[in-house]
């Protein structure tokens, strides 16, 4: 299975919203309610921001939200602020072979 | 809150071994899976496999035939070993934590240590 399709950038002003796609096929993305998304300043552990497409950890900001329409899941954020700026990556079950797979990896930027 | 840390040489030299190690704090290892995951210059995030708490294994079809990996929970760390590595081996290497209740996603993480394979 190839990687998940991500744009390699977004960028946007603060205060704005900004989304972000991941693609994927019948065989992840759209086969299981099973997507993760990451964030990654470079340097630092990657934090986890959504998981199950929708949920979000405790301690993630709710400007993080994630949703899903078919084989390409998203992720939005509101209210983007500088810290924000990092890159994200999609993730989603794969039905066991390979267990999960990765995107290619958006990189955010606030202008 | 759970802590990882990755150690190990960030030199390793081509059809050799690379060895990394995670140290895990505070917690007890049966609570998770641990994995580990790399990504490329360049590209992006790459599962390598899992190991549980009784040592059971799961790798990514791709990389199944050079990846072992181990756990002592005595120490409270697990480790990698990927053989026979060329330079597209050459990586950001991470190590992180799943729920194994829902091992599909990765909670806590490590800061990764970058290994480059050159002779």
Not at chain 1, 41 to 55: D, N
Not at chain 2, 82 to 104: E, K, M
């Amino acid at each position: 299975q190839s990687a998940l399709t991500q744009p390699a950038s977004v960028s946007g002003s603060p205060g704005q919203s900004i989304a972000m796609s991941c693609t994927g096929s019948s065989s992840d993305v759209g086969g299981f309610s099973l997507v993760s998304w990451y964030q990654h300043h470079p340097g630092k552990a990657p934090i986890l921001l959504i998981y199950e497409v929708t949920k979000r950890p405790s301690g993630v900001s709710s400007r993080f939200s994630g949703s899903k329409s078919g084989n390409t899941a998203s992720l939005t954020i509101s209210g983007l602020q500088a810290d924000d700026e990092a890159d994200y990556y999609c993730c989603s079950y794969a039905g066991g072979s390979p267990f999960v797979i990765f995107g290619g990896g958006t990189k955010v930027a606030v202008l | 809150q759970v802590q990882l840390q990755e150690s190990g040489p960030g030199l390793a030299r081509p059809s050799e071994t690379l060895s990394l190690i995670c140290k895990v704090s505070p917690v007890s290892m049966s609570t998770y899976y641990w994995n580990w995951i790399r990504r490329p210059p360049g590209k992006g995030l790459q599962w390598i496999g899992y190991i549980n708490y009784s040592g059971r294994t799961k790798f990514d079809p791709s990389l199944e035939s050079r990846v072992t990996m181990s756990i002592d929970t005595s120490k409270n760390q697990f480790s990698l070993r990927l053989n026979s590595v060329t330079a597209a081996d050459t990586a950001l290497y991470f190590c992180a934590s799943a729920n194994r209740g829902s091992p599909n996603y990765f909670e806590y993480w490590g800061q990764g240590i970058g290994v480059t394979v050159s002779s």
